[in-house]
């Protein structure tokens, strides 16, 4: 847009050091959200170097473990990955509601971008579905928003 400033993410620009938060809850849709992640970033340039793996054990976990790592002030993103299947438990709402709550006070009490790479569905299909195969890969998209805040933030 003419004489208009605009002020965006790009590509081109991602580097910087990634925490990729990984809930074991799940683990075989879980694992395949990390790869999807681990895919994104290094064939955006990141190097393998720069990022670096907690593993929690469930969704439930992932806000606490989030913020331990924004606070020490070492990433420029940290990437949370989870899934919470309906199927699988009585306190689904609990657990979800929680994890996506608590992930999003981690990023805005700490200004560091924390991606929501968290599956929230209501049965074991459409985890898988969204895990790599017809719906695409949750991991990768949450990686590609990581990457995006990381350029955007070095710019605002
Ligand atoms: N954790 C998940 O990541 N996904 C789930 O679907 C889930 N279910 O179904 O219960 C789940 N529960 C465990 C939870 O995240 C905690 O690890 C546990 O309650 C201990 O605090």
Do not use: C
Not at 80 to 102: N, S
Not at 111 to 138: C, M, Q
């Amino acid at each position: 847009m003419k004489d208009v400033t605009v002020l965006e993410g790009r590509f081109d620009d991602v580097d910087g050091r990634y925490a990729l938060v990984v809930a074991r809850f799940n683990s075989f849709v879980v694992e395949a959200l990390l790869e999807g992640a681990i895919d994104t970033l290094v064939r955006h340039g990141v190097s393998r170097e720069k990022l670096t793996i907690i593993r929690v054990p469930g969704a439930w976990e992932l806000p606490v473990a989030a913020k331990r790592l924004a606070d020490k002030n070492e990433f420029d993103a940290i990437i949370t990955l989870g899934a919470v299947i309906r199927g699988g438990t009585a306190h689904f709402e609990y657990v979800a509601g929680e994890a996506a709550k608590g992930i999003a006070a981690v990023q805005n009490s700490t200004g560091i971008p924390v991606a929501f790479g968290v599956l929230t569905v209501d049965t074991i299909e459409h985890a898988i579905e969204r895990s790599g195969t017809k719906a695409g890969n949750k991991g990768a998209e949450a990686a590609l928003s990581a990457m995006e805040m990381v350029s955007l933030l070095k710019h605002i």
